[in-house]
């Protein structure tokens, strides 16, 4: 798995052209920091929707909780955020693809300078 770093997108300006500083998605997975405001960038470049899925570690009452799985269709892309509920015991999310050819990946956030 490859550490995507963080990029701020500082509030006063909102400016950040996210999908040219995205990278390629990992095949084995990537993993990145979580918290309030951060967020995972995913543009799916491919002829094929895929989906992200972001581990949850977490139990609530000695049940799992449940791996959300999100849907890029075809030439889209998505916004899905990073909570805390996706720690792990790195401190980072663990993210898989489903497929990850011409699909390009960043995590950031919103800086508060």
Do not use: C, W
């Not at 997975?29 to 989906?51: C, E, F, H, K, Q």
């Amino acid at each position: 798995m490859a550490d995507l770093s963080l990029a701020p997108v500082p509030v006063a300006t909102g400016v950040l052209d996210i999908a040219a500083a995205a990278v390629a998605a990992s095949a084995g997975g990537d993993t990145a920091p979580v918290g309030p405001g951060r967020l995972l960038y995913v543009n799916n470049g491919s002829g094929a929707g895929i989906t992200v899925t972001l581990a949850t570690p977490g139990q609530v009452s000695g049940i799992a909780i449940a791996d959300p799985v999100y849907a890029v269709p075809a030439g889209k892309h998505a916004i899905i955020p990073l909570a805390g509920v996706f720690r792990g015991a790195n401190g980072r999310a663990a993210i898989t693809y489903s497929a990850v050819t011409t699909v390009t990946v960043r995590a950031f956030e919103l800086a508060t300078g």
